[in-house]
C-alpha cells in the first residue's frame, strides 16, 4: 500500500472505529439503544453544572445523586441536585414522565448545547439512562482522580427501553468465597450494562455461604471450605441484607440460590441427619458435580428446607427464590420429582416463587414457576408445555466460566470454547426449534468459579462477554448484529483498563 493509501484508510477506519464524538449514532453504546438520532449539537459537563429534578420523588433524587457521584472523581466537579420549581432550560434535568413507550424500565434522553433532558416513567428507567450518559461521555470519566479532559456529550435523542424483563448475571461464590466488597464490584458491572437481576449461587458441595440462624453449622462447618482447600467464608445475614440494599439501589433484583437436592455435600457434612444413612460426609474440595443428596424420604429434609427458605425469604425482597434442582445424579429420578414438588410448594408458603435449573421442568410446576435453562433443550421445552417459562442461559453461549480459547490460562471448557463472537452472535428466540419468545422471559450470565479464585479472575472472565449477554437481553434483534458491535465493544478495552479491570484483551477479535 502507497503511503498516502495507508494514511487513507487509516483516517476513513477512525471515522468508522473510533467514533465521532458529536455524532450521537456513532456512540459505542451496549447495550445498542432502541432509537438513537443525533442533531449535531454537543452539551459540555462544566464546574456550574446542576443536576435539576423535577418531581418530589425522593428516590429519583437518590438517582440524581448517584449520578452525581459518578461525575465527581474524573471530572473534580460537586454537581449539586437542585429541585427545579419549572421546567429547567439549561443543566441535566431528571423527571419522571407518563410514557407508554417507556413501559417501566425505559427512558428518553434528549441532549442539546444546553440542555441533556433524561426522562423515564420510572426513577428506575432514569436510572438506565444515567448508564446511557456515562457510556457517552470519554472514557476518562472512570477514572477514580481529576482527569484533564472536556466533558462532552453528543446531541441528540435517545428512545430506549429492553426487549427482557429479566437480565440477569450469576455469580458462584460457593466453589470459591468472594468478599462483599468483591460481589459489589460484579453488582457495579452488571448495573452499567442494564443488568436487572443478581443470581446469587449461594450453596454447593464445595461452601455453605449463607448463615441460616436456626440450622447455625451450615456456616460453621460447611463455610469453611472451598475448591482447593481455601479458607472459605460466609456472608452474615446483616452482609447479606447490605448486599440487597446496594443491588437495589442499583435497581438490582438479588436472587439467591440454594441448590438443592444435589450439590449438597457442605449441607451434608454439616448436619448428619441429612444424609440417608445418618452420618457426616467429609468436606469436598474437588470439582465433581452429581455425587451428594439430601436424604429424600426424611421428615428431618424437609424441616431443614423449610428453615432455610423461611429465613431467606425474610431477608429477600424479591419474588424470587432460587432451588436449583440441577445435576441431582444421586437422587433416584422419582424421588427428585417429589422432592421439587414438596420445595416448590415450601417457596410458595414463604411467599416467594420458584426457580430451577431445567431439570426441574420433570416435577409438576406452579405456573409461576421459572425453568433456567442450562444445557437440555428438551427440558426447556418440557417446561414450555406446562406453560412455564425459561431464563436462557445455555452453556454453549452463556457461560462465562468457558475458556475464551484453548490457551485461556482459567476456565473450562465442558460445553466448548467460548469466544466473544459465539458468546455474542446468537438469538434466544432462533436457537432451539420449538421455543419462541413467548417462552422466554429473559438472559443470564452465569459464573461458575470452580477455577476462579480472585475478583481479577472474575473480571478476565466477564469482560468483555457479560457486555454481549446485556446486549442480547436488552436490544431488540433487528439492531443487534456482529459487524456493529465488535466496533463498539472496541471502545470499551480503553475503559475497562482506565477503570483498573483486568479484562481478556479483545482488540481486532
Ligand atoms: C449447572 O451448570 N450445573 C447448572
Known amino acids: ?70 461525575l465527581q472523581p474524573a471530572t473534580g466537579f460537586s454537581i449539586p441536585i437542585e429541585q427545579a420549581a419549572n421546567d429547567p432550560k439549561n443543566g441535566i434535568w431528571l423527571s419522571l414522565t407518563d410514557d407508554k413507550e417507556l413501559k417501566s424500565e425505559g427512558y428518553r434522553l434528549s441532549v442539546n448545547k444546553q440542555l441533556i433532558k433524561l426522562q423515564g416513567n420510572t426513577a428506575e428507567g432514569v436510572f438506565h439512562g444515567i448508564q446511557t450518559i456515562r457510556q457517552l461521555l470519554p472514557a476518562a470519566i472512570e477514572a477514580k482522580s481529576i482527569q484533564q479532559e472536556s466533558w462532552i456529550i453528543a446531541g441528540g435523542e435517545i428512545l430506549d427501553y429492553p426487549e427482557y424483563v429479566y437480565r440477569g448475571g450469576m455469580l458462584d461464590v460457593a466453589r470459591h468465597f468472594f468478599s462483599v466488597a468483591d460481589v459489589k464490584v460484579y453488582i457495579d458491572l452488571l448495573a452499567s450494562y442494564k443488568i436487572n437481576t443478581f443470581h446469587w449461587h449461594l450453596s454447593d458441595d464445595q461452601g455453605w455461604r449463607i448463615e441460616i440462624k436456626s440450622w447455625p453449622k451450615l456456616t460453621e462447618i460447611g ?8 479458607k472459605g467464608g460466609f456472608y452474615t445475614q446483616e452482609e447479606y441484607k447490605d448486599i440487597v440494599a446496594y443491588a437495589a439501589a442499583r435497581y438490582i433484583t438479588v436472587i439467591p440460590e440454594i441448590d438443592m ?42 424441616q431443614f428446607v423449610d428453615d432455610v427458605i423461611r429465613e431467606l425469604a425474610a431477608i429477600t425482597p424479591g419474588e424470587y427464590i432460587h432451588a436449583g434442582g440441577d445435576e441431582s445424579n444421586a437422587t433416584k429420578e422419582e424421588d427428585y420429582i417429589t422432592f421439587v414438588n414438596k420445595v416448590q410448594a415450601i417457596v410458595l408458603s414463604h411467599g416467594k416463587k420458584m426457580i430451577g435449573w431445567d431439570e426441574m421442568a420433570h416435577a409438576s410446576l406452579d405456573k409461576s414457576t421459572i425453568v433456567q ?26 457461560y462465562m466460566d468457558m475458556q475464551y480459547d484453548s490457551i485461556t490460562p482459567i476456565g473450562l471448557h465442558w460445553a466448548g470454547y467460548l469466544d466473544i463472537k459465539t458468546s455474542y452472535d446468537w438469538e434466544p428466540t432462533l436457537l432451539e426449534e420449538g421455543l419462541g419468545r413467548e417462552n422466554i422471559i429473559g438472559i443470564e450470565a452465569p459464573l461458575w468459579t470452580e477455577t476462579i479464585k480472585t475478583l481479577s479472575d472474575i473480571e ?25 458491535y465488535k466496533v463498539r465493544l472496541n471502545e470499551y478495552q480503553q475503559r475497562f483498563k482506565i477503570q483498573g479491570f483486568n479484562a481478556y484483551p479483545f482488540i481486532n477479535e
Open 261 to 302: 437436592p444435589g450439590h449438597t455435600n457442605a449441607a451434608l457434612a454439616s448436619y448428619a441427619e441429612l444424609n440417608s444413612d445418618g452420618k457426616a460426609t467429609e468436606l469436598y474440595t474437588g470439582i465433581k458435580v452429581g455425587f451428594s443428596s439430601l436424604s429424600i424420604k426424611k421428615e428431618i429434609t424437609y
Open 1 to 70: 500500500m502507497n503511503k498516502n493509501l495507508f494514511f487513507l484508510s487509516a483516517i476513513l477506519f477512525c471515522l468508522t472505529a473510533c467514533g465521532d464524538k458529536t455524532d450521537l449514532t456513532k456512540a459505542a453504546l451496549i447495550p445498542q439503544p432502541v432509537s438513537v438520532a443525533a442533531n449535531g449539537e454537543a452539551f459540555k459537563i462544566t464546574n456550574k453544572t446542576v443536576i435539576y429534578i423535577t418531581s418530589e420523588s425522593d428516590e429519583l433524587k437518590q438517582v440524581g445523586q448517584f449520578l452525581s457521584d459518578l
Open 223 to 230: 463455610g469453611s471450605s472451598e475448591v482447593d482447600g481455601g
Open 460 to 484: 478476565y472472565m466477564v469482560l468483555p462477554r457479560l457486555l454481549g449477554i446485556a446486549e442480547i437481553g436488552w436490544t431488540p434483534a433487528n439492531l443487534r448484529n456482529w459487524d456493529n
Open 373 to 398: 435453562y442450562w444445557a437440555r433443550e428438551k427440558n426447556a421445552k418440557l417446561a414450555a408445555e406446562q406453560g412455564i417459562k425459561a431464563i436462557f442461559s445455555p452453556a454453549k453461549k452463556a
